[in-house]
């Protein structure tokens, strides 16, 4: 029996065209660079480990989970210790997605409609703009003061008022740049949307900074949260804090049993520790004031504030695709944003890691400086 012809790729690309919607085709997938063997300074990930003792308890707990059925559908007893943890205010709701990005995806896909617009700042969390385009939206980024990164209030109200965008979505602090917006800014663009408007404080826990206590204030806004900065990037837990009026409507579009039952039990268990999580929080937040300052005597630089666990710095114009390439040839992995638009040229960004690992990045850079 012979086999089946496979069809031409010819034929496979005629049906791509076909089918797949331009805007789609035109996107690159979300890359993550391979680190195997690299110190990984990338992804803004927390550094640190669980002490041995606080595994095995966790990995008793875990031995108590049923696999055979499946999890809480609304992850009640998980949203108690979130709320208490994040400090969501009396009488708002809970919507819990696997990573912020699901919760992302799931407001984005409830307002849209042709002809509708999200709008950011740009440069931002780089997912917005591909959330957005999946989704039907289309995207809007306003320029953040190239000065300083800084919000423009005006650029931005002027933006509002044009297009009359259906989702706004800010970073607070912003990612890539680590800078805090005004929040008298952040509230003019709050009180001038006509639709929805998500605050992302994926970075909360180092920046001490929150509009989370705004939710009562404005009928429009949404807060999102995530675990994988606190060193739980491999649960991939988001939370969305907002009117029970809008999480109800958003819940229609989450998919059953998006949070599994380890996922919830591992939460459950880690936010019982939240000595644990704020210490290795404050070791980042007080290591990041001295990679700064380090950063700052490297001759050439330019460093930018940060409020959260990475700092974005510019190289020397025209280096810094190559310094880049160095570091990485020295074992050590930061993140190229040379290459991302105007306002980032030259531009690399560093997570705080661990001191020894803060050290060999700054050995590393001053080989290749």
């Not at 409609?113 to 780089?126: E, N, Y």
């Not at 190239?146 to 607070?172: G, N, W």
């Not at 807060?223 to 809008?246: C, D, H, I």
């Not at 531009?347 to 850079?365: I, K, M, S, W």
């Amino acid at each position: 029996m012979t086999s089946p012809a496979i069809p031409p790729a010819a034929a496979v690309r005629a049906r791509i065209e076909h089918w797949v919607r331009p805007e789609i085709r035109a996107l690159h997938a979300y890359h993550v660079p391979p680190a195997a063997g690299l110190i990984k300074l990338d992804a803004m990930e927390n550094p640190y480990r669980w002490p041995p003792a606080v595994v095995e308890s966790w990995l008793e707990t875990l031995r108590e989970v049923g696999l055979n059925r499946y999890p809480d559908p609304g992850a009640d007893a998980l949203k108690h210790e979130l709320r208490a943890f994040f400090g969501v205010p009396r009488g708002m709701e809970l919507l819990l997605g696997n990573g912020s990005d699901e919760l992302l995806q799931i407001v984005a896909l409830a307002v849209a409609a042709p002809g509708r617009v999200a709008l950011a700042p740009q440069p931002a969390f780089s997912m917005y703009r591909m959330i957005s385009i999946f989704t039907g939206l289309d995207f809007v980024g306003v320029p953040l003061r190239a000065s300083d990164f800084a919000l423009e209030r005006e650029a931005m109200l002027a933006e509002i008022a044009r297009r009359r965008p259906a989702l706004v979505l800010l970073d607070y602090p912003n990612n890539p740049t680590g800078g805090l917006f005004e929040p008298e800014t952040v509230r003019a663009v709050i009180e001038a949307a006509p639709g929805l408007v998500v605050v992302d404080e994926a970075y909360q826990i180092f920046s001490g900074a929150t509009l989370m206590d705004w939710l009562h204030d404005h009928p429009n806004l949404l807060v999102l949260r995530t675990l994988s900065k606190l060193g739980l990037a491999g649960l991939r837990l988001g939370m969305l804090a907002g009117r029970p009026e809008w999480i109800a409507e958003l819940d229609k579009i989450r998919l059953p049993y998006n949070i599994n039952v380890l996922t919830q039990a591992s939460a459950e268990f880690a936010l019982r520790h939240r000595a644990m999580l704020e210490e290795q929080a404050g070791c980042i937040r007080a290591d990041r004031e001295a990679l700064v300052a380090d950063l700052r005597a490297c001759r050439g630089l330019t460093v930018y504030p940060s409020r959260a666990n990475f700092i974005l710095f510019r190289a020397p114009a025209g280096r810094g695709g190559a310094i880049f390439a160095g570091l990485r040839e020295r074992g050590v992995l930061i993140k190229n944003l040379d290459g991302a638009g105007e306002a980032l040229r030259d531009c690399l960004r560093v997570t705080v890691g661990t001191p020894a690992e803060n050290r060999a990045f700054l050995t590393a850079l001053a080989a290749v400086l």
